[in-house]
Nanobody, 124 residues
Framework: QVQLVESGGGLVQAGGSLRLSCAASGRTFSRNAMGWFRQAPGKEREFVSTISWSGGSTDYADSVKGRFTISRDNAKNTVYLQMNSLKPEDTAVYYC?????????????????WGQGTQVTVSS
C-alpha cells in the first residue's frame, strides 16, 4: 500500500520557521517529481512547491519564493519543505504529493498520490 505521510506541522509565531517532511512508503519515488500544496479554510488547494526526481529542478509559488525551500533525500524516500519567515497567510493544511512523471510540475492534476496533510498555523 502506497502512503505519503506528512509531519512537522504545528503552531508558530509570525517570522518563525517550520520544516515539513513527507515520508513515502509502499514503493520508491526516487524517479518521481514531488510537490507540496496547501489549502486554507474556504479556499481552493494551491501549489506551493515542486521538485524534480533528481532534485535538480525546483519551482515555487510567488507567495513563498525566497522563504520556502524544497529538498529531497531519495535514499530515505522523503521530501522536505523548509519554511522560514512564516506569515499568518501561510496558515493552511499542507499536502505532499507524488507525480507519475519525473519533471517538476505545478499542476495538482499531474499528481496521483496524496498525503493526508499536516496543519500549519501561523499566529500574528
Amino acid at each position: 500500500q502506497v502512503q505519503l505521510v506528512e509531519s512537522g506541522g504545528g503552531l508558530v509565531q509570525a517570522g518563525g520557521s517550520l520544516r515539513l517532511s513527507c515520508a513515502a512508503s509502499g514503493r520508491t519515488f526516487s524517479r518521481n517529481a514531488m510537490g507540496w500544496f496547501r489549502q486554507a479554510p474556504g479556499k481552493e488547494r494551491e501549489f506551493v512547491s515542486t521538485i524534480s526526481w533528481s532534485g535538480g529542478s525546483t519551482d515555487y509559488a510567488d507567495s513563498v519564493k525566497g522563504r520556502f525551500t524544497i529538498s529531497r533525500d531519495n535514499a530515505k524516500n522523503t521530501v522536505y519543505l523548509q519554511m522560514n519567515s512564516l506569515k499568518p497567510e501561510d496558515t493552511a493544511v499542507y499536502y505532499c504529493a507524488a507525480s507519475p512523471y519525473g519533471l517538476a510540475s505545478v499542476g495538482p492534476h499531474e499528481y496521483d498520490y496524496w498525503g493526508q496533510g499536516t496543519q500549519v498555523t501561523v499566529s500574528s
